[in-house]
């Protein structure tokens, strides 16, 4: 945790709870004394400088995780895997903060489904203070009147063994879904159901951590804090027409609905993008483009109707990030995946011969790589 305060009314004074600051130097502090109302004030403390960096890891940090009672604290989210673990094994009482799709990895999952662990009450957007160092963004990011600078992260939740509601409620009301021929149609050719999920994404969200990497600008493309795969092997290159491109961020100011986009389910959370490359790269290209300095080092950004997006009012840039695209999320073998994006193109801009070829080549060298992990 970064900071000058810590703000706590849910501690109870006599627990032993430390307050890692994860900058350099890095220091434990032990809370000595309580304020009225419970709040802990931090005139009465002490401090203490590590001999290491902070890594929870560290045989330092693991020596002050046995002396406390309660752990609170965001782990590093790259890292959430092996923290929550160390936590689970170490037997103690926790309340950290993690990004929703945690709940999804493979790791992770069976400890809530063995009553491990379980998500606390609130999820979504949350603010949070950042030291007055901290480099102001162009979006979900606010100064408020004291001067405090806050950022905004979505798809945030709590993960918990601590005694909650939520604690209480069977597993069959949260994890299963009865399945109904209306909702997931029957196929004719086969016994099996098609099962396909309907998710709702901002533009906000879609270009949040918005890269091109590789020396032609488009190879390695990701999108939706990097879960997003927008160029996998089997998609064609970049070809929008200007034209095009500037239809669809038109269609996105005045609000009109520009179709709906097909995503793959990937790995640990991650997608491909089936359908829709061309729209998602016209607006990223657009949106993810914050300031003229953003502007000079992106070669690939474009204006629309001699405005590039930073040049807009405030309320039409937020109307933009606002916008909610509709995904529609396919779980298959790469196989099925293949399949699925050869049948969507052909309704919309038709694949070559050619293009066509590289995807029933690519679903080979897939499913040979798979049958080789090990």
Same mark, same amino acid.
């Given at each position: 945790m970064v900071g000058e305060r810590l703000d706590s009314s849910s501690l109870s004074y006599g627990k032993r709870a430390f307050l890692l600051i994860a900058d350099k130097p890095s220091y434990k502090f032990e809370i000595i004394s309580s304020d009225r109302d419970g709040q802990i004030g931090l005139p009465d403390y002490v401090k203490t400088p590590l001999e290491g960096?902070? @890594?929870?890891?560290? %045989?330092?940090c693991l020596a002050l995780l046995e002396k406390c009672d309660i752990v609170v604290t965001n782990p590093p989210f790259s890292l959430m895997k092996?923290?929550?673990?160390?936590?689970?094994?170490?037997?103690?009482?926790?309340?950290?903060?993690?990004?929703?799709?945690?709940a999804m990895y493979a790791e992770i999952f069976p400890y809530l489904f063995?009553?491990?662990?379980?998500?606390?009450?609130n999820s979504g957007h949350f603010w949070f203070r950042v030291p007055d160092y901290y480099e102001a963004k162009g979006t979900d990011f606010k100064v408020d009147d004291d001067g405090?600078?806050? /950022? /905004?992260?979505?798809n945030i939740c709590w993960f918990t063994n601590m005694d909650i509601e939520k604690r209480h409620q069977l597993l069959v009301e949260t994890l299963y879904k009865k399945c109904t021929a209306e909702e997931y149609p029957?196929?004719?050719?086969?016994?099996?159901?098609?099962?396909?999920?309907?998710i709702q994404v901002t533009i906000q969200e879609l270009i949040d951590g918005y890269k091109e990497k590789g020396p032609d600008g488009i190879e390695g493309v990701v999108a939706y804090g990097g879960r997003l795969d927008v160029r996998p092997a089997y998609q064609r290159e970049y070809i929008y027409p200007d034209k095009d491109?500037?239809?669809?961020?038109?269609s996105v100011k005045k609000k009109f609905p520009i179709n709906v986009m097909y995503w793959a389910k990937a790995t640990d959370g991650r997608y491909e993008l089936m359908d829709g490359q061309q729209r998602t790269i016209s607006i &990223? /290209?657009?949106?993810?483009?914050?300031?003229?300095?953003?502007?000079?080092?992106?070669?690939? &950004?474009?204006?629309?109707?001699?405005?590039?997006?930073?040049?807009? %009012?405030?309320d039409q840039k937020q109307s933009i990030? @606002?916008?909610?695209?509709?995904?529609?999320? &396919?779980?298959?073998?790469p196989s099925e995946v293949l399949d699925w994006f050869k049948i969507i193109n052909i309704a919309g801009k038709v694949l070559s011969p050619q293009e066509l070829r590289n995807t029933s080549y690519i679903v080979i060298v897939l499913e040979k790589a798979q049958s080789e992990v090990v």
């Open positions: 960096n902070g @890594d929870f890891r560290s %045989p330092e092996e923290y929550l673990t160390l936590l689970i094994n170490s037997d103690k009482q926790f309340l950290i903060l993690g990004n929703m799709n945690h063995r009553r491990q662990v379980w998500l606390g009450h405090q600078k806050w /950022r /905004r992260m979505g029957q196929y004719d050719n086969f016994e099996a159901i098609h099962v396909i999920d309907r491109r500037d239809e669809v961020i038109r &990223c /290209r657009y949106a993810a483009v914050r300031d003229e300095a953003d502007r000079q080092s992106y070669e690939q &950004c474009f204006s629309v109707d001699n405005l590039y997006f930073f040049n807009l %009012p405030e990030r @606002d916008y909610v695209l509709d995904i529609y999320v &396919c779980d298959g073998t």
